[in-house]
């Protein structure tokens, strides 16, 4: 379907595309195949502004929304859901400074997020605190003009490559998830450093891995918004970012709908083009249907989170769970069409269903989502009486 | 450091057909692209300001429509454009073409290096950047891949058919650029959105002070007397069978020429 489109958001789904055909997809097999993080191709992401696009003009950014931005990353992982991961996490960990850091930490960090000069990650999960985000138990204490950070993160994107981190921390353990805080940590800071790096099955040019601080020393005006905020933050950082994964899985399935059906145009068995085969052309017609209601429903939520609402948590989950679910399904179809091709590592689509599984996954499982609309609704419904 | 580029406007060569009876191109309806070796010259313009600092002006004689390859060059990042169109510039040979590019660099001034492609993908003749050195008096050097400045010389090495050369000049220079340098960038949003806002000056011949004897067609001492596609190059054998059989059958094949 063509959306339209202002000329600015016609630019930035023209740039975002042109890496992703000339910079990301001849490299994306090795990258996955090596495991290696993409720093090439951030570095000409950076160069094409693509990381200011939704941080205000003020802090060096674009000064765009959440839907131009998802426009940058369906194009870019068009070409590669890994790379698209390094580059959205980016973004997940500049938002709490862009939502609650005061003018100083804008200043200071939002211009290098930005210019892509400096990578940003988002340090929530604990290995006893994955989708019970309560259960973190990173501890920040106050000792005069600093905070001490104690205790490991596990499973952040970007670990190690990303130079300012955005970390939630207990501040008083006995007032539970009220007693948590948000920090921003650099990379650098004493007693700050990396644990394990994971092995994965899919986003392999990602790099997912810990962050271990041992009396990590950091000034106290680090802190984000108030102690206790932490929590508030974490979940409104999700809120923005989790259209992003929309936009990714969109971006995803998109181009395994370009293989399977570039595929079974040209693959003749029984004397035909595969494609004349109606089992063959159903599965193509529900692949390309699926994605376009998630597309619809990821521009309409993005646009509707750039009129600027008090709470858009439901349609936030509602995205990230629809569009992922789909791009799970399409990827696992578009394989199917292309037969044993499919499963073999000369054709993209089966790095593509490896690359999905995780959008089901991370940013609060789908099964998570699926919590927060229920309680969404039982709260509405509820008020309505 | 000021760097000059000079870009040309070329069809896209993959969509062009010949006319079998005039023996020339058919242009209607083929797209036009920046030159791909004045891109490539660009991009060590764009490297070379990354590295050393200064200002991009990149400059094209052509058509009106030229200035849209121009914008394009804004959009990868060169600060300034301009347009040499005249249509006293129209039919012009290579001669032509260095002399009108000559005047409107020495109006420009001040420049430390200019970059053009190795040549163009429509002529072939890698002609214009040579005569262009030689209209301003400078050094220079072709098919270049790699740039250094250092201590207000220009290191460059440039490709030979046999390896490269590594050759110091004195600024200011010219230079050609060949692919080696590096495949060219992706615009950036803050690029397209100045192009499309720019304003791009349009010089004429008297705009740069050019002598109307030397402009375009009355300035082009080449005449083309015929345009045919080249004879095949004799006889070809393909081998096909496995590779190892393919291997020896070229070997003893090359072993019966070579003696």
Redesign the interface.
Not at chain 1, 47 to 50: I, Q, Y
């Given at each position: 379907m063509i959306y339209p489109l202002t000329?600015?958001q016609q630019?930035?789904k023209?740039?975002a595309r042109?890496?992703a055909e000339?910079?990301i997809v001849p490299q994306r097999a090795e990258l996955d195949e090596k495991e290696e993080f993409p720093r090439e191709i951030l570095k000409?992401m950076a160069?094409?502004?693509?990381f200011g696009?939704s941080i205000p003009e003020e802090y060096g950014g674009?000064g765009f929304g959440s839907f131009e931005n998802c426009l940058a990353v369906e194009q870019i992982a068009w070409g590669c859901a890994g790379v698209a991961t390094s580059f959205a996490a980016s973004g997940l960990g500049a938002y709490p400074i862009l939502l609650f850091g005061n003018e100083d930490q804008k200043q200071t960090y939002l211009p290098q997020i930005a210019s892509g000069e400096k990578l940003a990650a988002f340090g929530l999960t604990e290995a006893n605190a994955g989708s019970d985000a309560g259960g973190i138990q990173t501890t920040a204490v106050k000792d005069g003009d600093s905070y001490i950070l104690n205790g490991t993160k596990q499973w952040i994107t970007n670990a190690g490559e990303a130079d300012i981190y955005t970390i939630i921390a207990l501040t008083d353990k006995k007032r539970g998830p009220r007693g948590a805080s948000a920090f921003i940590v650099e990379k650098g800071d004493p007693g700050f450093s990396f644990g394990k790096k994971e092995k994965k099955m899919g986003i392999r040019a990602s790099t997912t891995g810990e962050l271990v601080f041992e009396d990590c020393r950091i000034p106290k005006e680090r802190l984000l918004g108030k102690e206790g905020m932490g929590f508030i933050i974490a979940l409104r950082t999700l809120d923005y970012a989790r259209p992003g994964v929309g936009a990714l899985a969109v971006g995803l399935a998109q181009a395994a709908l370009d293989e399977a059906v570039k595929f079974a145009k040209q693959r003749k068995q029984f004397g035909q083009a595969i494609i004349g085969f109606q089992a063959v052309g159903h599965i193509l017609a529900d692949i390309a249907t699926q994605l376009e209601a998630a597309r619809a429903l990821t521009y309409a939520v993005c646009k509707y989170i750039d009129t600027k609402p008090r709470d858009f948590s439901k349609y936030a989950a509602m995205v990230k769970l629809f569009a992922s679910d789909m791009a799970m399904k399409v990827t696992t179809d578009a394989l199917q069409v292309l037969g044993g091709h499919g499963y073999m590592k000369d054709y993209p689509v089966e790095k593509m269903m490896r690359d999905a599984k995780i959008l089901q996954i991370y940013e609060g499982t789908n099964q998570i989502q699926r919590n927060v609309i229920a309680q969404i609704l039982n709260k509405e419904y509820g008020k309505a009486k | 450091m000021k760097y000059i580029v000079c870009l040309k406007q070329v069809p896209e060569t993959e969509g062009v057909r010949i006319n079998p009876e005039t023996g020339t191109l058919m242009r209607e309806g083929v797209k036009s692209i920046i030159n791909p070796y004045d891109l490539y010259a660009l991009e060590a313009a764009l490297k070379a300001k990354e590295h050393y600092g200064g200002q991009i002006v990149v400059i094209s004689m052509g058509p009106p429509q030229a200035e849209e390859a121009l914008r394009e060059a804004i959009s990868y990042g060169a600060d300034e454009a301009i347009l040499l169109s005249d249509r006293t510039f129209a039919g012009a040979d290579t001669l032509a073409t260095s002399y009108t590019l000559a005047q409107a660099i020495k109006k420009i001034g001040n420049y430390d290096i200019i970059f053009c492609g190795k040549q163009a993908i429509d002529g072939d003749t890698a002609q214009v950047g040579p005569e262009l050195a030689q209209r301003l008096n400078l050094p220079y050097a072709t098919y270049v891949h790699k740039i250094g400045i250092k201590d207000n010389f220009l290191l460059v090495e440039r490709n030979l058919d046999d390896g490269f050369q590594t050759l110091q000049l004195s600024l200011p220079a010219l230079l050609t650029i060949v692919k080696e340098i590096g495949e060219p960038r992706v615009p950036s949003i803050r690029g397209k959105m100045r192009a499309k806002k720019v304003q791009i000056p349009v010089w004429t011949a008297q705009d740069i002070d050019a002598k109307a004897e030397k402009l375009g067609l009355s300035g082009s001492p080449t005449r083309v007397v015929k345009i045919f596609s080249p004879p095949s190059r004799g006889e070809k054998e393909i081998f096909t069978g496995k590779v190892d059989e393919c291997v020896k059958k070229l070997y003893d094949k090359l072993e019966n020429v070579l003696g």
């Open positions: 000329e600015e630019m930035i023209e740039v042109r890496i000339e910079k000409e160069r094409s502004d693509l696009i674009l | -």
